[in-house]
DNA sequence: AGCTATTCGTCAATAGTTTTACGATCGGGT
DNA sequence: ACCCGATCGTAAAACTATTGACGAATAGCT
């Protein structure tokens, strides 16, 4: 039955998570325990090391998560089309077109029309861009780098490998995609 | 230098994800690139991974994914006051209590004031809403294992204890979390 | 008991994202 | 050459979540 019980009862992430999967396998018997338990896990640590990351990386510096991830994909694939990055970056057209809007001010990227095709909006990130990036990505990467501290080289490797799978099957013909 | 290339040059997750870390290790040598491909991925996974629950289980249902994680966590750790809720659900009080205004007129849940303590406000599902849950939370659950099935036993016991570790890490003092 | 500081839930304001719709542009078939 | 359908970026509107501030209520100290 389980009632109540207001009193405090451990509020932690992995005692939180053992509870919710041991609760459910009582309750629904056939239940993937193992794939509930990393997909759990997986969105928690996500959601802490994303608002970690932006809170002491980021927004000290002037910028959104978004805006980071943004900049970060232009830098990675060198002057590209809205499309494009929307896809790379995992944002929707709309809000490129509007983070672009913040950010070209800022002289942190330049937008030309396609020559070849004026339908298309070409967003290169300018030196100044690109120098702030590299700085933004030095600090970030400071941060990654003590989270994954925390793990064993073969941990780490192991984590690797999975997300890779995972990854994988996230293109999938069956998996459900933006757009 | 590695100027534009418009050209298609793969749009897929991984091999973004690789070009990114080599790229990034090139200019900025000191990159603790292990770190890096790790969180990149990790992000991408959990992004399509969201996506993919929420529009092929819970929108078609009639809920919203933060919906289906409240209802969720109350339905793990019984009548709780807001605060918990919200904490262990991993939104804000505000975010929580926006939500039940939704979600009581739906009969999913309850609001009572605690008897013991009139500041504090105690959230419980409904018989309703405990049924309806348990529903979501099969279909939820299918669609998991199947993102899991990808994985060996051996990887997916790998990405747990990894994910684990992160979530300890995820409670260490130099993290900053929300509040 | 009385006073003060803290805690809790909610509201208002803000910011960011998605959805929908539209104008501009391109490509292909006739 | 001319349409018709599709594609691209953007603007407007609806929605959601976060922050900060406030009223109600409580606990601790004197």
Chains 1, 2 share one sequence.
Do not use: C
């Not at 990055?85 to 001010?105: D, I």
């Not at 990227?109 to 990036?133: C, F, I, N, W, Y």
């Amino acid at each position: 039955m389980a009632d109540s019980d207001t009193g405090d009862a451990a509020l932690d992430s992995l005692s939180v998570v053992s509870r919710a999967v041991e609760l459910t396998v009582e309750r629904i018997p056939d239940t993937d325990a193992d794939a509930m338990r990393a997909v759990l896990l997986l969105h928690r640590v996500v959601n802490v090391l994303s608002y970690d990351l932006e809170s002491s990386v980021h927004r000290p510096r002037g910028w959104s998560w978004p805006a980071f991830r943004l900049l970060f994909t232009i830098w990675v694939s060198g002057k590209q089309e809205s499309k494009n990055v929307a896809a790379l970056s995992g944002m929707s057209r709309a809000a490129v077109s509007s983070l672009t809007n913040t950010l070209e001010p800022m002289g942190l990227l330049t937008r030309e029309v396609d020559p070849t095709d004026k339908r298309k909006m070409l967003l290169a990130l300018t030196p100044q861009g690109s120098a702030e990036l590299e700085t933004a990505l030095k600090a970030n990467n400071q941060r990654e780098s003590m989270w994954a501290g925390a793990l064993s080289p073969a941990e780490l490797g192991g984590l690797g490998t999975a997300l890779e799978k995972l990854a994988s099957v996230a293109q999938s013909e069956w998996v459900n995609k933006r757009d």
